[in-house]
């Protein structure tokens, strides 16, 4: 996840990079692929999408498997999130973090909001 120290409130706010968000819905939507199926779908280029991939898998997002595919051997990339997982884990990581740097203040406007659990 790329906006991991700073996170840019705008009108899409998102825990993945734009080129991330692309490959994350083709995995959710096409299931487990390999690094150039992806490329050609989304018309990205492989070196792209390869160092995002790679970046999604030590991020512990997406795995990479070793298969036989089509009679040679190449690594296909299964989502580990769900859609909802990954907004789960993006909203509970911004509330953590909002909590730990001006906790009264959250709590007291969570209280307001009258949001429980």
Do not use: C
Not at 62 to 71: A, L, T, W
Not at 72 to 93: A, T
């Amino acid at each position: 996840m790329v906006k991991k120290e700073r996170i840019e409130f705008d009108e899409n706010i998102s825990p993945l990079s734009p080129l991330e968000e692309r490959i994350m819905d083709f995995l959710w939507t096409n299931g487990p692929s390999p690094i150039g199926v992806i490329s050609e779908s989304l018309n990205v280029t492989m070196s792209s999408v390869a160092a995002t991939l790679d970046r999604l898998v030590k991020n512990g997002i997406v795995e990479r498997r070793q298969e036989k595919v089509g009679g040679r051997r190449k690594f296909v990339y299964y989502p580990l999130l769900s859609r909802n997982d990954m907004v789960k884990m993006f909203v509970e990581n911004i509330l953590d973090r909002l909590v730990e740097n001006f906790g009264d203040v959250v709590v007291e406007y969570f209280h307001r909001r009258g949001i429980r659990q």
